[in-house]
């Protein structure tokens, strides 16, 4: 049961019609929008009533509203799912090393080039094809024994190995400097993976969800090197709860760039962070977003802008946030490179996995 459409009506003119903004293909019938219908249904106040005012967007036959604005208003996506755990508990959470994501002092669209120490704890996935390999998603490197990537980087996909310590793919040994002050880094490491992991509930179609996975490495990395180090993961419950919304983030990769080339040399760019509820507004005023899809970006965020983005190749790489470990400043890895749009650096902005509502997963399949 719910009001008349003609009553629903009246209510919008008593209060002064406002227009909806950016609502693209979502709006629809207020009829249509179960959200609506259940919200004027059961919560028949004042502020029900600007919500409607806020969600009317136009009429046909009866009013139409945006519906997303009741999905944004029905959810909370400022909460951990997994409130009740307790990161610092967990018995695996010793296997994440707390000598990780050091700040060196001294597609990614926009980026600049960093020094070649500066994200040693970057990785390569490198697949089999017939007789051959091929280099595509990225990944980071928690432990000696584990790389973090995108779930869609190792489903029905032949990896076969990772590489370690790159900086330029077209050569073996990346070199810096000038004159008598040039210093070679130690060559890459490439070690074979024994196990990809991808979560158990991620799925593509008809959208992305639980796009998580883990590399289990044959052997250990040798991170005594310096081109070779860990990322840190939000390992205390601090930084699990840490808002990183409205901050700049970095992300590196080796994806296509504003040309639409690939880049042989890491790229770094930093792009602003955006809340879930942001997110779905961006993807809704382009169209990008259905009542049947909304729930995807529960588990994400997004980040980007007009000419700073990730893009194709950037896949499965980190998103990172300075943050405090243990009384000093750190890269904090808080995101995965999912999907986003095919033309890299235009709004809507890159989806990313959020780890911090993943992290019991990650420790729950990691081990010695």
């Given at each position: 049961m719910f009001l008349p459409p003609s009553v629903l009506l009246g209510v919008l003119l008593s209060i002064g019609i406002t227009s909806c903004?950016?609502?693209g293909d979502d709006c629809i019938k207020i009829s249509s929008c179960s959200m609506a219908l259940d919200r004027v249904k059961n919560n028949k106040d004042n502020e029900t009533a600007n919500m409607l005012k806020n969600a009317f967007c136009g009429f046909d036959e009866e009013p139409k509203v945006c519906c997303t604005e009741f999905i944004i208003s029905?959810?909370?996506?400022?909460?951990?799912?997994?409130?009740?755990?307790?990161?610092?508990?967990h018995p695996n959470?010793?296997?994440?090393?707390?000598?990780?994501?050091?700040?060196?002092?001294?597609?990614?669209?926009?980026?600049?080039?960093?020094?070649?120490?500066?994200?040693?704890?970057?990785?390569?996935?490198?697949?089999?094809?017939?007789?051959?390999?091929?280099?595509?998603?990225?990944?980071?490197?928690?432990?000696?024994?584990?790389?973090?990537?995108?779930?869609?980087?190792?489903?029905?996909?032949?990896?076969?190995?990772?590489?370690i310590g790159e900086y330029d793919i077209s050569s073996d040994v990346d070199c810096s400097g000038e004159d008598s002050y040039i210093e070679c880094a130690p060559k890459y490491q490439e070690i074979d993976v024994s196990e990809p992991i991808h979560h158990e509930a991620y799925r593509d179609n008809p959208f992305t969800v639980n796009d998580i996975g883990l590399l289990?490495?044959?052997?250990?990395?040798?991170?005594?090197?310096r081109n070779s180090g860990t990322i840190c993961l939000p390992m205390t419950n601090l930084l699990l709860t840490k808002r990183i919304y409205g901050e700049r983030a970095t992300v590196a990769g080796w994806g296509i760039t504003?040309?639409?080339?690939?880049?042989?040399?890491?790229?770094?760019?930093?792009?602003?962070?955006?809340?879930?509820?942001?997110?779905?507004?961006r993807y809704s005023r382009n169209g990008r977003v259905n009542l049947e899809s909304y729930n995807r970006l529960t588990y994400t965020f997004c980040a980007g802008e007009l000419g700073h983005?990730?893009?194709?190749?950037?896949?499965?790489?980190?998103?990172?946030?300075?943050?405090?470990?243990?009384?000093?400043?750190?890269?904090?890895?808080?995101?995965?490179?999912?999907?986003?749009?095919?033309?890299?650096g235009s709004d809507p902005p890159t989806i990313y996995t959020d780890i911090r509502k993943y992290m019991k997963w990650i420790l729950d399949h990691i081990r010695p």
């Open positions: 903004k950016y609502c029905m959810r909370s996506f400022e909460n951990d799912p997994n409130d009740e755990f307790e990161v610092e508990k959470v010793n296997l994440l090393p707390e000598d990780c994501g050091d700040i060196d002092g001294g597609k990614i669209v926009g980026g600049n080039k960093p020094s070649p120490y500066e994200f040693p704890w970057l990785a390569i996935i490198i697949y089999k094809i017939g007789n051959d390999f091929s280099m595509d998603c990225g990944g980071s490197v928690i432990n000696s024994r584990y790389v973090l990537t995108a779930a869609h980087c190792i489903m029905d996909r032949n990896v076969a190995k990772v590489r289990r490495l044959k052997t250990h990395a040798d991170l005594s090197v504003e040309n639409q080339t690939k880049s042989n040399v890491l790229l770094r760019v930093d792009v602003p962070t955006y809340s879930p509820r942001e997110c779905l507004k983005d990730s893009c194709k190749g950037d896949s499965g790489g980190p998103l990172m946030v300075e943050s405090i470990v243990k009384n000093t400043y750190k890269q904090v890895q808080y995101g995965i490179v999912s999907y986003g749009n095919n033309e890299c």
